[in-house]
């Protein structure tokens, strides 16, 4: 039986995760790492997870979560960005408790894009000589249901950096099935990397297209300048480091080829990865 420590077990990728991997988990124990243990009630459907405190920027959490644990589902949690600040003492600590197995979620093109911090956490796992598995995903459909939520929602308007440049879409529930799999069977895909896409690249004027054609209200794609977005978002609230995140995340793309698409998903599940037109429906009443 292994332990398998999931870090962000209440984020996007964590809570879906937890839902497939507890289908197939065979003997192995899930122990979500949690910040507030409170949140602990977010999952009382499944009746066979521990729980543990674990937080990325307080060390003293580190001993008792890591202790028992084989295996651990890691993330970068978005706000982080000094990846030796936080990681190294973490993966030392790994090696403390003999932890080798890690399942890294990363994002496509982690490998050529030196500035992004997965790039960083990649390298630092290599050279602690982890056994690894990076799971390297494109750009979230999620985003439209979290990130912008809001603008959707109160001023029904998406404000990005990003003119035309064209995203591939992917669904988080398909990126969850693959890290459960991935986790469950991590010794036959030992050392290796995934995309997970979905088939489509779009821009976002095509999506908003189609999520208007679904939705009762029209919603509006305002392209904004680089520097206005980021102190548009400055006045918005977020952090600088969160803004420089959006920012780069967003405009780049307009400069850089189509993103690849990857057939991973549906090796690997047999099934089709979503379409964008099955998220809208399936959550539009998100936005509504
Ligand atoms: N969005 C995209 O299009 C996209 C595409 C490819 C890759 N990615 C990558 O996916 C990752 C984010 O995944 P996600 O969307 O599932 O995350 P998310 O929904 O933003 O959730 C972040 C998770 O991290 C936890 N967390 C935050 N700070 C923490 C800390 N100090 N210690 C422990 N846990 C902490 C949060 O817990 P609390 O509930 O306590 O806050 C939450 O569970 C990022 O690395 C991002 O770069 C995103």
Known sequence: MKKILITGATGNIGLTLIKYIDKIKLDNKIIAGLRDLNDKERFSQYSDIDFVLFDFEKEATFDNA????????LLRPPHISDIDKYFKPLFDKFKEYKINDIVFLSVQGAEISKVIPHNKIERLIKEYQ?????IRPSYFMQNLTTTLLNGIKE????????GNAKFNWVDVENISEVCAILLIEFDKYLN????ITGYENLSYPDVVKLMNKSLKHNIKYISMNPISFYFYKRREGLSSGFAIVMLILHFLPRFQDEPKISRFYEELTNKKPSSINEFINREKNKWE
């Not at 001023?155 to 990003?162: C, H």
Request: aromatic share 20%.
């Open 155 to 162: 001023k029904n308007e998406i404000v990005l950096p990003s």
């Open 192 to 195: 290796k990397s995934f995309e």
């Open 66 to 73: 890591l202790k028992d644990i084989d295996r651990v589902f």
């Open 130 to 134: 982890f056994n690894y598995i990076f």
